[in-house]
């Protein structure tokens, strides 16, 4: 199937409006494997009619169901173990000393996708549970794409979902299994507030932070937006909170209000006001 | 280099899991039951051992408390990679020492994702 470049035009607009995210041109090809179930499915000879569809404006599941076909869901549980081994022992350690008064951490997971990263969370504290007694974890993870935040309430991963990055202990500690698929435990489930919601969108409940976890997901923002994104989670991060990129991504050229750690390199803090009197 | 013996009585699966891993960079080398695994470890112990559960002559489940037992200049780390997927089976395998689990069918990710997990990849 060819997608024209006419179609291709409105649908690239259509997801970057939804979600920042831009259609990079060298994958395209997303567009053609992305939409191919959705046209069978619905029934579109060609992607042009799918759009015409579209743009006569009513079928807003129609126009959901595009841009979740067209996001690049791709995740895994403790994707990067060193970045979360940093987090627990570093970013963690340091915001439990610090929060020892009121033991209360607020974690968004931005940009969840089907829940992988969230449970990884989650586990990473169920697996201590001494080191975190009598403390509230809250932890809410957001997606705009509904079906990964569908996926991600279910916690139910396939035969190969669950061998990407899961050590064996915590799989059978963790995941019940029901014929080929393994379910989160209902402890691990609870652990997690799962909620759509577009980083384009405000931050959710409660809307400050103490680590803010946005991992692969800003790569395809415009780099405008990308800044804008970065500014709004400096806004609802705590002072001495801890943001979480991808392995591969940084701040660095990206935006000026976060920082690398000092004391948890790998990690950001936001840069503080008086800091940025400093750097000015 | 990092070494791998794959010990598996189909020789199907050898022959993928060497693909596999060979392009993951390891130097492979088959072992058809538990007993030529654990003859072969004695001699020249390797960095890791993927490890079929069901095999004639020496199970895997065999092959790891002998192995346990064997005087080796070091120990491989043990990887079982088999078609048993019940949570008593990788219960098991845990007590009984494995380092990781890989369920069939696999592909190149699950293995290089449980490899990482033992700090070989
Ligand atoms: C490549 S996945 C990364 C998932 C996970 N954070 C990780 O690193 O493994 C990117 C996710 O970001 C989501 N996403 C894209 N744009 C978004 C936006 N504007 N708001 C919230 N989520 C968004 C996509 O739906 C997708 O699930
Ligand atoms: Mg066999």
Redesign the pocket.
């Known amino acids: 199937m060819e997608v024209s470049d006419g179609a291709t035009r409105v649908l690239a607009g259509l997801l970057e409006a939804?979600?920042?995210?831009q259609l990079q041109v060298g994958r395209r090809w997303r567009l053609e494997t992305g939409l191919a179930p959705l046209l069978r499915s619905h029934g579109y000879a060609s992607a042009d009619a799918l759009v015409s569809h579209i743009q006569a404006g009513h079928d807003h599941a129609l126009a959901d169901a595009v841009v979740?076909a067209l996001?690049?869901?791709?995740?895994?549980f403790y994707?990067d173990q060193a970045s979360f081994a940093l987090l627990k022992d570093k970013g963690l350690a340091r915001l439990q000393r610090e929060r020892g008064a009121g033991r209360r951490l607020a974690i968004w997971?931005?940009?969840?996708?089907?829940g992988?990263?969230a449970y990884t969370l989650a586990m990473m504290f169920a697996d201590e549970p001494a080191r975190w007694e009598g403390w509230t974890i809250d932890i809410v993870a957001?997606?705009?794409?509904r079906g990964?935040i569908e996926a991600a309430r279910a916690g139910r991963y396939s035969h190969f979902e669950i061998q990407r990055g899961l050590p064996m202990a915590k799989m059978v500690r963790w995941f019940d299994k029901e014929e080929d698929v393994w379910v989160a435990a209902p402890a691990l489930r609870q652990a997690v507030r799962f909620q759509q919601?577009?980083?384009?969108?405000a931050a959710p409940h409660p809307g400050r932070f103490d680590a803010i976890?946005?991992?692969?997901?800003l790569?395809?923002?415009s780099s405008s937006l990308r800044r804008q994104?970065f500014g709004r989670l400096a806004s609802v991060i705590a002072p001495d909170g801890v943001l979480m990129l991808?392995a591969g991504e940084t701040v660095i050229g990206n935006t000026e209000v976060f920082v690398s750690d000092f004391e948890c390199r790998g990690l950001y803090r936001p840069i503080l006001p008086e800091d940025a009197w400093r750097a000015a | 280099m990092k070494t791998c013996l794959v010990v598996d009585d189909s020789k199907v699966i050898r022959k993928v899991a060497r693909h596999i891993l060979e392009t993951l960079d390891f130097s492979v080398a088959e072992a058809g039951d538990g007993k030529e695994a654990l003859v072969y470890c004695e001699a020249t112990p390797p960095d890791v051992v993927l490890l079929d559960w069901n095999m004639p002559v020496m199970s895997g489940m065999e092959f790891l408390r002998a192995l346990g037992e064997a005087e080796l200049s070091r120990r491989p780390k043990v990887v079982f990679c088999t078609t048993e997927n019940g949570i008593g089976h990788i219960r098991a395998a845990i007590e009984a020492g494995a380092d990781e689990y890989v369920m069939k069918p696999f592909d190149r990710e699950t293995l290089y994702s449980k490899l990482q997990i033992v700090g070989l990849a």
């Open positions: 939804r979600t920042g995210q979740d996001l690049n869901n791709e995740t895994s994707r997971c931005a940009g969840c996708s089907t992988q990263e957001t997606d705009v794409s990964a919601r577009s980083l384009l969108d976890l946005c991992r692969n997901v790569l395809y923002f994104v991808g």
